[in-house]
């Protein structure tokens, strides 16, 4: 209830779209351009979201020993949360990372195999994946909520057909991005350990590096188009 026993209006569709976007992480710069290594978390985000993965990979490589590249790959994890702590710096990024760490350390314990350390994130992929073609197929691309807002169109792109299609595209190249790291890493887990270090290594390159191409990518093909006024 609100104030004098009106009834709390229920937030609109903007409202809500402003607070997805807002809560998504992408950034621009001053002039407009979007801020890749900002949106993809900044240095040390990128270092909190790489350094676990590649200690686990190279320990096990190394020692052959689950539990302890797990271990260390979770110890490591810790230390971003704890460095977070420190420096009194947001904590979402690092514990999230925790989180993560922690369910594929557990999946490889628990089935006694290092591949399945990153079956996770190909249920993670999996999710976005079906998130973003939901959203396609409703008319509200999750790139025209995330690019809308940072260039405050809103939500006012939808009644426009060439912005809507514009950001239709934006959001399938994200699509895109997310089924190839599927395409290419799937194959390597079904092999198993021989597709160990391979599938570690496409988890590195097909990881931050190939978001943030898709993410300037989406960005330049949504960009509104320069009147000849504005020339």
């Given at each position: 209830m609100g104030t004098e026993g009106q009834p709390r209006e229920e937030p609109t569709a903007a409202e809500l779209a402003a607070a997805y976007a807002a809560k998504a992480g992408v950034h621009r710069h001053d002039d407009g351009r979007i801020d890749v290594l900002k949106s993809a978390g900044g240095v040390r985000g990128v270092l909190e979201s790489?350094?676990?993965?590649?200690?686990?990979?190279?320990?096990?490589?190394v020692l052959r020993d689950l539990v302890l590249s797990t271990v260390f790959s979770?110890?490591?994890?810790?230390?971003?949360?704890v460095a977070r702590l420190v420096?009194?710096?947001?904590?979402?990024?690092?514990?999230?990372?925790?989180?993560?760490?922690?369910?594929?350390?557990?999946?490889?314990?628990?089935?006694?195999?290092?591949?399945?350390?990153?079956?996770?994130?190909?249920?993670?992929?999996?999710?976005?994946?079906?998130?973003?073609?939901?959203?396609?197929?409703?008319?509200?691309?999750?790139?025209?909520?995330?690019?809308?807002?940072?260039?405050s169109e809103g939500v006012h792109w939808r009644q426009d057909a060439q912005r809507s299609r514009q950001y239709r595209i934006g959001t399938w190249i994200m699509v895109a991005v997310l089924a190839l790291r599927l395409v290419v890493e799937v194959p390597l887990y079904l092999m198993g350990d021989p597709g160990l270090v391979a599938l570690?290594?496409?988890?590195?390159?097909?990881?931050?590096?190939?978001?943030?191409?898709?993410?300037?990518?989406?960005?330049l093909v949504t960009r509104p188009a320069v009147s000849a006024a504005e020339r």
């Open positions: 790489v350094v676990p993965g590649v200690v686990f990979l190279v320990a096990f490589t979770l110890v490591v994890a810790a230390v971003f949360v420096t009194r710096t947001p904590l979402t990024q690092a514990f999230a990372g925790v989180v993560g760490i922690a369910v594929s350390a557990a999946l490889a314990l628990f089935t006694g195999k290092a591949e399945n350390f990153y079956v996770s994130g190909f249920l993670t992929n999996a999710v976005y994946i079906l998130a973003l073609v939901i959203s396609i197929a409703v008319r509200w691309p999750l790139m025209g909520v995330v690019f809308g807002f940072l260039r570690g290594t496409m988890r590195l390159i097909l990881g931050v590096p190939l978001y943030a191409l898709g993410l300037w990518l989406a960005w």
